[in-house]
């Protein structure tokens, strides 16, 4: 079992940004797969973007790429999302996940999340 806990959501204007954290802790993700989900009210969660194991590969739905950068530091057992350029229609919780495969489906743990509510 692993446990996630998102920080750095907040309130922020349109064309801001901010930096969201997940801190892991219960094992080490240095083997896992790492992302980022979001769900705006109402509607199901989606997958925002992850991380493959050694950092090398990532991957990020098509509205969030050029503005959002998914990051990790396995010494630290850290899995960072910088977004920037923020829009409305970004506003959400966030969720950090943890996954034993390279994929949006592979995915097995989730945070409770962080609210970033993005205004115009």
């Known amino acids: 079992q692993v446990q996630l806990v998102e920080s750095g959501g907040g309130l922020v204007q349109a064309g801001g940004s901010l930096r969201l954290s997940c801190a892991a802790s219960?094992?080490?993700?240095?083997?896992?797969?790492m992302g980022w989900y979001r769900q705006a009210p109402g509607m199901k969660r989606e997958f925002v973007a992850m991380?493959?194991?050694?950092?090398?590969?990532?991957d990020y739905t098509d509205s969030v790429k050029g503005r959002f950068t998914i990051s990790r530091d396995n010494a630290k057992n850290m899995v960072d999302l910088q977004m920037n350029n923020l829009k409305p229609e970004d506003t959400a919780v966030y969720s950090c996940?943890?996954?034993?495969?390279?994929?949006?489906?592979?995915?097995?743990?989730w945070g409770k999340g962080t609210l970033v509510t993005v205004s115009s």
């Open positions: 991380i493959s194991a050694s950092g090398m590969n990532t």
């Open positions: 996940s943890f996954g034993y495969y390279y994929s949006e489906d592979g995915m097995a743990f």
């Open positions: 219960g094992r080490s993700i240095s083997t896992a797969a």
